[in-house]
């Protein structure tokens, strides 16, 4: 049976966290075989918002090689980097004007973020219909997207509805995936909040680049309580219960067993289990991620993204022009 097709992009922003690791890399990595998974780096969608211009590269390069680091199968995967394929902005303008105005100005991430700058570009008005674009290029089935994007993925819905209505079929109408099912990772300071990349507080954020000695103290002086118990309560004691979370995600153990291991010790004997746990992973993945870094096997897996999406997607691109009467 052919593979449903998933897309996802990610942004070349902030560091990726321990919860970013645990709540859905380390679920990609599990299901990678079960789709024909495509994933990109959406840089064109960065600069929606101001971007260094020398950072720009590296961190859409630093991103990649984590994604592999963390378990991201080349093989399983088909690897690319948007700005490498030009029909994505092209394919963005001919949706752009199958868009409405009014529908793009209910976008709850454009009204958010367009409030924090003063002097916004429209790209960052116009960022959901390349998004739009980037999935319905490729005959995407399903879209997996944290909450907040789940209104993009709708108005993609919305457009290729629309689109192939008015020019007959062109594009598949894809399925937004919410990946709330892995286990939410609490920040260590304030353990009732999630752990997020754009944390006011670094010591509640453990990132999977962190100095390992710097990931150990966050761990060791997490917020607790004053009970001494080691028992999972994420109510009354979601410090601890957090620490469980984190233990058994890295070790495969249930609550219970933790719960056994740890029922004569202290606070400090169990987070320093943890921090071992941490440490492992980390090591883990930061050794291979610099080796992968500046590896000629990272172009080859970029070079060959490209050039693959950029023949699927321009058989898609020329589908939907043709349909729209660009043709002599
Ligand atoms: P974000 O960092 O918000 O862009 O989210 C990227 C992905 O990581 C989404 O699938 C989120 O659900 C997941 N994720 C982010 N933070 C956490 C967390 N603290 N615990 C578990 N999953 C998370
Ligand atoms: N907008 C997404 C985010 O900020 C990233 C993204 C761009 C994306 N294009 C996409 C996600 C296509 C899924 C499918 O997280």
Redo the contacts with the bound molecule.
């Keep these: 049976m052919k593979k449903q097709r998933m897309?996802?992009?990610?942004?070349p922003t902030g560091v990726i966290t321990l919860g970013n690791y645990i709540g859905a890399i380390k679920q990609m990595v599990e299901n990678q075989d079960q789709y024909d998974s495509f994933l990109f780096v959406?840089d064109l969608?960065s600069i929606t918002i101001p971007q260094d211009k020398e950072e720009l590269s590296k961190k859409t390069r630093s991103l990649i090689a984590l994604y592999l680091a963390c378990g991201i199968d080349p093989k399983k995967n088909t690897i690319y980097i948007q700005s490498e394929n030009p029909y994505h902005a092209n394919l963005s303008w001919l949706l752009e004007c199958n868009a409405y105005f009014g529908e793009m100005s209910r976008m709850h991430q454009f009204k958010e973020k367009s409030k924090k700058h003063e002097n916004f570009t429209v790209g960052l008005f116009t960022y959901p219909v390349l998004?739009a674009a980037?999935?319905l290029l490729y005959d995407t089935n399903i879209?997996p997207?944290?909450i907040d994007?789940k209104q993009?993925v709708e108005i993609a819905r919305d457009i290729a509805i629309r689109f192939n209505k008015k020019y007959g079929d062109t594009f598949v109408i894809p399925e937004p995936k919410i990946s709330e099912s892995g286990t939410k990772i609490m920040d260590l300071v304030n353990p009732t909040q999630k752990m997020s990349k754009s944390a006011e507080n670094e010591k509640g954020v453990i990132r999977i680049l962190d100095d390992i000695k710097v990931a150990r103290k966050k761990i060791m002086s997490a917020t607790t309580d004053s009970e001494m118990v080691i028992k999972y309560d994420p109510e009354n004691k979601p410090g601890i219960s957090n620490l469980i979370n984190i233990y058994i995600s890295l070790t495969d153990k249930t609550v219970e067993e933790v719960e056994e291991e740890f029922k004569d010790s202290n606070y400090g004997t169990f987070k320093k289990k943890v921090a071992d746990e941490v440490e492992k992973l980390l090591t883990t993945i930061q050794t291979k991620y610099q080796e992968i870094l500046n590896s000629e096997e990272l172009d080859k897996i970029l070079d060959e993204g490209r050039d693959k999406t950029i023949e699927i997607a321009k058989i898609k691109y020329q589908e939907a022009k043709e349909k729209m009467g660009f043709h002599r």
């Design positions: 897309l996802t992009g990610l942004q959406a969608h998004m980037d999935i879209v997207v944290g994007q993009h």
